[in-house]
């Protein structure tokens, strides 16, 4: 009895314990600044629809990634010397 009574509460918190809810990384369909993950290079990224930051593109050469808050958008400018 006491076997049966182990096996069901584990059960029972394994059901209630949730898999696969991380909190969210960011907001859909915002931009930040990043670092490419392959090449180091200044660029953006972008948040996707499953809330998860995803690398969109590099800046030029000779610029860098400077965030607007104004409009919540990511701009290459040129590079400060």
């Known amino acids: ?5 182990a096996v069901l509460t584990l059960t029972a918190v394994a059901v209630a314990t949730p898999t696969g809810t991380n909190p969210p990384q960011c907001k859909p369909a915002t ?3 990043a670092k490419n993950p ?3 290079a200044e660029g953006w990224q972008v948040c996707d ?3 998860k930051w995803v690398y969109a ?3 030029p050469p000779k610029t860098s990634c400077q965030f607007l808050e104004a409009n ?3 701009y290459c400018i ?3 010397w």
Not at 1 to 5: D, V
Request: charged share 15%; proline share 9%; net charge positive.
């Open 1 to 5: 009895m006491k076997l049966i009574t």
């Open 31 to 33: 931009y930040a600044c």
């Open 38 to 40: 392959s090449t180091h």
């Open 49 to 51: 629809v499953t809330s």
């Open 57 to 59: 593109g590099d800046c």
């Open 72 to 74: 919540g958008s990511p």
């Open 78 to 80: 040129p590079a400060k």
